[in-house]
């Protein structure tokens, strides 16, 4: 085609320098003066974001030209093109996803029925090309001169975020403000991250709180990083600027399928896969009493020892995140005897459910590491619901039909037994350490309930706790009953658990038919 061939009074070249000028002035946003105002705040514009998040050049964009359509308030006059919104999709590390950036210099980022419309486009192309969805919030909330149709627009993208659920992985960074409802469209998604000092979420913000409740809090301390990661939970993790978040979501994004259906992404590894690994034998101490750090067990059995912990500054007491084995993604759940001696409580248990149910849903196998000495006692977990939140933990393992494959290092006791992938919950491979202690109870409490009347007499309770240590607290009660597979050598795990896993690889295991399960929520 000529360029200068002539299209009435104007050529085709004209037409195509007016393209340029329109996606230059729609690379804008908002303007230099708010682009300057989004830096001094320590914030990347949605474009800069994206091109740290994507790989260089991948960069697709859609609907740029888009603009809103409201006319009330004089909005008409007041026209950016794409509305507050930049979505598309390109790679990382050469795998597909769809993205969304919000841009704070046009409306403050603010949600109208167009922009909404936009997120609505991505996310269903996500769901028909089976690839990721990376939302990059950073908005002011539904778009307030546009009223109910904003309103319409966020439950759009929330119907949206609902029926992605499951089918592909969806991530929120939240880089900004995420305020009143717009919370929940992140709240859907499977992981939420958090820019440390310039981003919060809540429901309702300061103002309205000192008003309602008289309780006076800056927007830091009612839902910053620290809150989110550390309190409620709502978020997964934090990070200190905008562009090593985006760098830890492109570690991230290497972990995770593409959809429930294409399994793990396999990748070269440099690493033994059955490498030995000696200093395991001595990382129980010989003393049941004493903690140590399970952190050091993941790390020394993952390929590289790249461990990408989930919500690892929220209960503590249980340990979340991805590893790779023989180059493959796998999910660890640990519990961690350093808080806590490794208890289960309502907070590891709501924690490592909802991993596990991420973990199945793509199925992505799962290694469970043991020494929990039970379920952690006192009036503020029964009243907190101890028992409905243990029982998501005891669903998530009973219902995963991925791979499952335990190890017991230490202890098993009692209902954190049953809970913390056994057999009975359709263990693929479960092994114990020879150092695994497997009862109803430690020595202690199971002496002083069984032999009460001796209580005044400390060398019959001697006699009695080691006759229970011996009976009870080894690995071969269990090992006998075939509860226990294999009593395998601490120092050869890596080998086992891969091998257990190549044995798992291909399983085939179904549920029974049904519209859905009812979660203990
Ligand atoms: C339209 C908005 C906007 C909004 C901000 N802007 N929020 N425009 N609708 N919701 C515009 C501002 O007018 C301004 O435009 C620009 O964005 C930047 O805003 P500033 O206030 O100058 O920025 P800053 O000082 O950083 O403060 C950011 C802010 C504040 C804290 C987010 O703007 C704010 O409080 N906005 C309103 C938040 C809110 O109440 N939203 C509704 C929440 S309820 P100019 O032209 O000057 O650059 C909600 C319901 C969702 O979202 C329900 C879903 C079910």
């Known amino acids: 085609m000529r360029l200068c061939r002539k299209l009435g009074e104007t050529t085709l070249s004209d037409i195509l320098d007016q393209l340029d000028e329109r996606r230059k002035q729609a690379r804008l946003g908002g303007g230099e003066r708010r682009i300057e105002s989004q830096h001094a705040k320590g914030k990347l514009t949605a474009r ?150 310039s981003s919060y979420m809540f429901l309702t913000g300061p103002d309205v709180l000192k008003t309602v409740t008289n309780e006076v809090v800056t927007a830091e301390e009612l839902g910053g990083a620290k809150t989110h990661t550390s309190k409620s939970s709502v978020a997964d993790g934090a990070y200190d600027n905008d562009m090593q978040a985006l760098s830890e979501i492109r570690r991230l994004f290497d972990f995770l399928p593409l959809n429930n259906r294409s399994g793990v992404p396999s990748r070269p590894f440099y690493d033994e896969h059955d490498r030995i690994d000696e200093s395991l034998n001595t990382l129980v101490p010989d003393n049941p009493n004493i903690p140590y750090d399970m952190k050091e067990l993941v790390t020394k059995l993952a390929d590289e020892g790249d461990f990408f912990e989930i919500q690892q500054d929220f209960a503590k007491n249980i340990l979340c995140g991805f590893i790779r084995l023989e180059g493959q993604t796998v999910g660890v759940v640990a519990n961690q005897p350093m808080v806590l001696a490794g208890c289960l409580d309502s907070d590891a248990s709501r924690k490592a459910a909802r991993f596990v149910r991420f973990c199945d849903c793509f199925e992505i196998p799962i290694l469970t590491l043991v020494d929990v000495p039970g379920f952690l006692p006192g009036t503020s977990q029964e009243y907190g619901g101890v028992i409905k939140h243990g029982a998501k933990l005891l669903y998530a393992f009973g219902e995963a039909t991925v791979p499952k494959v335990t190890v017991i290092t230490r202890k098993a006791y009692g209902g954190a037994y049953c809970v913390m992938a056994p057999k009975h919950l359709r263990g693929d491979i479960n092994y114990a350490w020879p150092s695994a202690q497997i009862a109803v109870m430690g020595a202690k409490g199971a002496v002083e309930i069984l032999h009460r009347k001796d209580l005044g007499d400390p060398e019959k309770i001697a006699a009695h706790t080691a006759d229970y240590e011996e009976k009870f607290l080894s690995p071969f009660r269990a090992a006998e009953r075939g509860y226990i597979d294999e009593v395998i050598q601490p120092q050869s795990t890596r080998k086992r658990v891969c091998r257990a896993l190549a044995l798992a690889k291909d399983k085939k295991l179904e549920n029974p038919w049904k519209k859905h399960g009812n979660l203990p929520l």
């Open 48 to 197: 800069e974001r994206l091109e740290l998040l994507l790989d260089p050049g991948s960069f697709e964009e859609f609907d740029m030209f888009v603009t809103h359509r409201s006319t009330d308030f004089g909005m008409e006059k007041n026209k950016m093109a794409g509305d507050g919104v930049v979505t598309g999709w390109g790679t990382i590390n050469g795998r597909k996803t769809f993205v969304f950036a919000q841009d704070f210099t046009v409306f403050g980022g603010s949600l109208s029925e167009t922009h909404a419309k936009k997120i609505n486009k991505v996310q269903e192309m996500a769901m028909r090309h089976g690839a990721p969805i990376i939302g990059l919030q950073d908005s002011g909330g539904a778009r307030i001169q546009e009223g109910v149709a904003a309103l319409a627009g966020y439950t759009d993208v929330f119907q949206n975020n609902i029926l992605a659920s499951g089918v592909i992985p969806q991530i929120s960074v939240i880089m900004g403000p995420s305020a009143g409802g717009a919370v929940y469209s992140p709240a859907l998604t499977d992981f939420i991250f958090m820019v440390r000092d």
